[in-house]
């Protein structure tokens, strides 16, 4: 199984560098001042846009903290080694990383905000699912992940997006149910 972890990474590493300036940006971008601000910002705009677009952008948050608390624990858990540490033959487009690479955080984070967004926007949501494409092959083009580990982190960050959407329906069922009861006692 490593070795056609080792072959579709070298496939994507060794893709054109007309590619590297979009996937070094969509590797590397979250970690830049301009677009952490601008995703704070449109955080701000969604939760102040109403009921719908606050509960998925409070949703999302919760989602993506779990699925990158998730895939950190993975890989203190599980010792992975990433392709730049490990490979000899391969293009590194960023700083070498040299901690495990089990799941990848960035397609972890990527997934469950896509999961969510399509989850209550429905088409509207799609052109996430494109970002967290598009990010997790960044990590494999840059250097960073294996193919797997990108898979596990999508992995990690639907299954994190999914729990969060349930319990909180649970917890809005639970509550109603609370006050449905309270109401009848009440009659």
Same mark, same amino acid.
């Given at each position: 199984?490593?070795? /056609?972890?080792?072959?579709?990474?070298?496939?994507?590493?060794?893709? $054109?560098?007309?590619?590297?300036?979009?996937?070094?940006?969509? %590797? #590397? +971008?979250?970690?830049?001042? *301009?677009?952490?601000?601008?995703?704070?910002?449109?955080?701000?705009?969604?939760?102040?846009?109403? *009921? !719908? !677009?606050?509960?998925?952008?409070?949703?999302?948050?919760? +989602?993506?903290?779990? %699925?990158? $608390?998730?895939?950190?624990?993975?890989?203190? @858990?599980?010792?992975?080694?990433? *392709?730049?540490? #490990?490979?000899?033959?391969?293009?590194?487009?960023?700083?070498?990383?040299? %901690? =495990?690479?089990?799941?990848?955080?960035? @397609? @972890?984070?990527? +997934?469950?905000?896509? &999961?969510?967004?399509? =989850? =209550?926007?429905?088409?509207?949501?799609?052109?996430?699912?494109?970002? @967290?494409?598009?990010?997790? /092959?960044?990590?494999?083009?840059?250097?960073?992940? =294996? *193919?797997?580990?990108?898979?596990?982190?999508?992995?990690?960050?639907?299954?994190?997006? &999914?729990?969060?959407?349930?319990?909180?329906?649970?917890?809005?069922?639970?509550?109603?149910?609370?006050? #449905?009861?309270?109401?009848?006692?009440? %009659?």
């Amino acid at each position: 199984m490593h070795g /056609l972890d080792v072959s579709l990474f070298h496939w994507i590493n060794d893709w $054109s560098a007309q590619w590297k300036d979009l996937y070094v940006f969509f %590797s #590397e +971008a979250t970690k830049g001042t *301009p677009v952490r601000i601008g995703i704070a910002v449109i955080l701000a705009l969604l939760i102040a846009a109403g *009921p !719908t !677009t606050r509960r998925a952008a409070l949703i999302s948050v919760v +989602a993506i903290l779990m %699925s990158n $608390s998730l895939a950190d624990g993975l890989k203190h @858990a599980i010792h992975m080694l990433r *392709p730049c540490v #490990e490979l000899q033959n391969m293009t590194l487009r960023v700083g070498l990383l040299d %901690s =495990y690479g089990t799941a990848s955080s960035h @397609a @972890a984070n990527m +997934a469950a905000l896509a &999961f969510v967004l399509c =989850y =209550y926007f429905k088409g509207w949501g799609t052109p996430w699912i494109l970002v @967290a494409i598009l990010t997790g /092959l960044s990590r494999v083009y840059v250097g960073v992940h =294996y *193919p797997s580990q990108v898979l596990l982190g999508y992995i990690c960050g639907v299954v994190c997006a &999914f729990l969060v959407i349930k319990t909180w329906e649970a917890f809005l069922r639970i509550r109603a149910n609370k006050h #449905e009861g309270t109401e009848r006692r009440d %009659s």
